[in-house]
Nanobody
Framework: QVQLVESGGGLVQAGGSLRLSCVAS????????VAWYRRPPGKQRELVAT???????NYAHSVKGRFAISRDNAKNTVYLQMNSLKPEDTAIYYC????????WGQGTQVTVSS
């Protein structure tokens, strides 16, 4: 059974940084493309960043240049480094595959104050 556990969220002032982690069990992350998503308050979940098995990355326009997705296959973990955070980045952040998703984890709350 696949389980995804996100962590690293918190409350930060605008301009600050956070690093999110996503640890997977029951699946070998290195064999999968992985994505970070977020669900802002009152809105639908949206794709933020993806990383392929070869390490190629892609970002939503709203976070390009500020966020960086990376992976540590030895730890079965994917990270999201978030810099220059803005209040509009406030959301619950989730990791999963970019398609054919696994059961969703609980996510980690990121709150950016102005």
């Amino acid at each position: 059974q696949v389980q995804l556990v996100e962590s690293g969220g918190g409350l930060v002032q605008a301009g600050g940084s956070l690093r999110l982690s996503c640890v997977a069990s029951g699946v070998t992350f290195s064999a999968n493309a992985v994505a970070w998503y977020r669900r802002p308050p009152g809105k639908q979940r949206e794709l933020v960043a993806t990383i392929t098995t070869s390490g190629s990355t892609n970002y939503a326009h709203s976070v390009k240049g500020r966020f960086a997705i990376s992976r540590d296959n030895a730890k079965n973990t994917v990270y999201l480094q978030m810099n220059s955070l803005k209040p509009e980045d406030t959301a619950i952040y989730y990791c999963n595959r970019p398609w054919n998703v696994f059961p969703w984890g609980q996510g980690t709350q990121v709150t950016v104050s102005s």
